[in-house]
């Protein structure tokens, strides 16, 4: 479950056992659907609803506002809690009403059909002819990216199904064996860090994205190219945080996959030698690598940023550190809509899959702004514009923390 507003503050990638890692990724455990459990700039940037401004800031452990008694902060906290119960129970009649179909089914449907499209991108490949190979690479590289994008992050979220068991079963196929990461360590980074403390510094505020010794253009357009390598590699450095048990099973499950994909290259679409086949798995794996980096940083980082001990409240966090993009058919299907158009609802309601997100956003949005709550929205190129621009403020030094000393 995700760490409340009370839980002791955690140092970023350590476990509950003390022990301490390094990366977040996806992944994660949660309770089953439908309950509904909240998770834990440019001027173009619509970062502020209209009438919302920054009044005396009151943090979960706050006990004074301006001066005024402990008790009215204490009635302030409690409507802003109300706030989200009432958002909650609004989401909450939306899922009750909306058949197994909509919750589960389309994006099983998605996945099912990227599976059945394997074949056809492996055998594309056997082609000598531009057209039919560039199309094999084109979807393989779409599929691996649904696999191992939108797959890991609805089962890390528990949204694939209800049953927990057979989440776990998922989470080990898309985070293991898919992505070549560890599921135990994507889960607690993921889920129980960067949602539990989102956009808190130290925490959730997505630094693990930034490399600051790397200038603007090769961040941007040249290091998402190694993902596909730093994974791997940076998961078998988790495993020392990991049971012996389940780094065994970690490491088997990253061999099985990556095996799989290189001997399919040169049994089924007829590589000729290991370092053509080797270049094709990391040509198809970090095809769609820029979007996904873009995005883990154009939702969060620039937007309001927090010290642990002076947050708001879960509904102000959320809605004041996430940003959504507009919809976009490929990183749509390759990525799913809650992290893409959906992102805000995603982070207010974790467990949703990503067609329930798309079916509660006019219910989120009109909500959070008749409340006069931020709903963040930009363009990718607007964003992408303003990170080049800002790119040392926002990335090579660390965000500085915006000083709210409560909501109004």
């Known amino acids: 479950m995700p760490l409340e507003d009370g839980d002791p503050v955690r140092q970023r990638g350590q476990r509950a056992n003390g022990e301490v890692s390094s990366t977040p990724w996806l992944g994660g455990t949660g309770d089953p659907l439908p309950q509904i459990i909240p998770a834990p700039d440019d001027s173009r940037t619509k970062a502020m609803a209209e009438g919302w401004e920054p009044g005396p800031t009151l943090g979960d452990g706050d006990v004074t506002l301006g001066g005024a008694p402990q008790r009215a902060g204490q009635e302030l906290g409690r409507r802003e809690e109300a706030l989200m119960v009432e958002l909650s129970e609004l989401v909450q009649k939306v899922v009750k009403s909306s058949s197994w179909w909509e919750r589960h089914g389309v994006d099983i449907s998605i996945l099912a059909c990227s599976f059945l499209l394997l074949p056809a991108g492996f055998l594309c490949l056997r ?11 084109l979807t393989l590289g779409v599929v691996h990216h649904t696999l191992t994008v939108k797959g890991s992050h609805l089962a890390s ?9 057979w989440s776990k079963v ?6 293991e064996l898919c992505s070549a990461f560890t599921a135990e360590q994507a889960t607690y980074n993921h889920v129980k860090i960067h949602h539990g403390y989102t956009n808190v510094i130290g925490l959730g505020d997505s630094s693990t994205w930034k490399l600051p010794f790397l200038n603007r253009y090769i961040y941007m357009f040249i290091a998402p190219l190694a993902v596909p390598i730093i994974t791997p590699l940076v998961a078998l450095d988790l495993l020392r945080n990991v049971g012996w048990k389940a780094a065994l099973r970690t490491l ?11 001997w399919l290259l040169l049994h089924v679409s007829g590589f000729q030698s290991p370092w053509s086949a080797l270049f094709c798995m990391l040509l198809t794996r970090s095809l769609l690598a820029h979007p996904y980096i873009h995005v883990n940083i154009f939702q969060h980082i620039g937007l309001p940023m927090f010290a642990a001990d002076r947050k708001p409240k879960r509904i102000h966090l959320m809605s004041l550190g996430v940003l959504n993009l ?8 390759s990525f799913g809509h809650s992290l893409i158009s959906c992102h805000v609802e995603h982070h207010l309601f ?9 079916k509660v956003k006019p219910v989120v949005s009109q909500y959070l702004k008749q409340k006069k709550l931020p709903y963040n929205e930009d363009t990718y190129t607007s964003r992408l514009r303003l990170f080049l621009r800002r ?3 926002l990335m090579v030094h660390a965000p500085p923390i915006t000083e709210l000393v409560g909501i109004q």
């Open 157 to 165: 979220h528990n949204a694939l199904t209800e049953s927990k068991s």
């Open 350 to 358: 974790p467990n949703l899959s990503d067609n329930m997100c798309l």
């Open 252 to 262: 088997c499950c990253m061999f099985l996959g990556l095996y799989c994909h290189y």
């Open 170 to 175: 998922w989470a080990i196929f898309f985070i």
């Open 326 to 333: 507009p919809r976009n058919a490929l990183l749509d299907w």
């Open 391 to 393: 790119y040392e403020e």
């Open 127 to 137: 082609s000598a002819q531009a057209i039919p190979f560039l199309a094999g690479v």
